[in-house]
């Protein structure tokens, strides 16, 4: 079972709220990411956790703030976003090491900033 | 220089034909290659993944990988409308800590 599973779908904030969006995975991967998607781009790389450990963190603003609570769960933290970060939200979790290094998407939050 | 480079067309086919798509890469080093397809307004989804040179069939799938010449590509036989849609190809690069490098996309529209 490839799947991973996100929540919210949809994410109305204004920019003085404090939100979480919510990611599961239980497929026993041990790498998980969060990418930010705008219109007709590719998905961009915001963190990486490997065991549970922040890994890669591609220079995001501290208003994101990723946590690991355990190995099938990812949590991104948003606050004081401003509308610029308007975006679908994708997590990823990435199978055992092997040359292939599949990446699994969920479905994504539509995060709209007022 | 882009490190991944795709057309993003958009390229259109008719029903029942032959897409190719294409993908160039800079890395030499690059391990592992794989094809997202992505519906409007919805996540990527991993059709293919392929490391060694050659080919690597999936059903109406087929990619190819030529790592001499650093492109890799994208056959869908049998094109249908519902194959519609944007193909990412991403690149795990050499050192890349476990990253993914995607191009920007090719949009297909395979029409009737």
């Known amino acids: 079972d490839t799947e991973v599973t996100q929540t919210p779908k949809h994410l109305v904030m204004g920019m003085t709220n404090k939100k979480s969006l919510k990611c599961e995975q239980h497929m026993g991967h041990r790498a998980m990411y969060w990418y930010k998607q705008k219109a007709k781009k590719p998905p961009e790389l915001m963190f990486v956790y490997s065991y549970e450990k922040l890994s890669i963190n591609e220079s995001v603003p501290s208003r994101f703030s990723p946590e690991c609570p355990n190995s099938s769960l990812l949590n991104l933290h948003l606050h004081a976003l401003q509308p610029e970060d308007s975006a679908l939200y994708l997590c990823a979790s990435r199978g055992p090491r092997d040359p292939s290094n599949e990446q699994f998407f969920g479905p994504g939050t539509r995060l709209t900033v007022l | 220089q882009k490190e991944v480079e795709q057309n993003s067309g958009p390229l259109s086919v008719p029903e029942g034909a032959i897409a190719s798509l294409n993908c160039t890469y800079s890395?030499?080093?690059?391990?592992?290659f794989f094809w997202y397809r992505q519906y409007s307004g919805k996540s990527p989804e991993l059709i293919m993944s392929i490391y060694s040179n050659g080919d690597k069939e999936d059903g109406r799938f087929t990619a190819q990988l030529n790592k001499a010449s650093q492109y890799v590509s994208l056959l869908i036989r049998d094109s249908q409308p519902s194959d519609s849609a944007t193909y990412l190809c991403?690149?795990?690069?050499?050192?890349?800590?476990?990253?993914?490098?995607f191009g920007t996309g090719t949009q297909l529209k395979v029409e009737l």
């Open positions: 991403a690149v795990k690069v050499t050192g890349g800590g476990n990253k993914l490098t």
């Open positions: 890395d030499r080093g690059s391990q592992s």
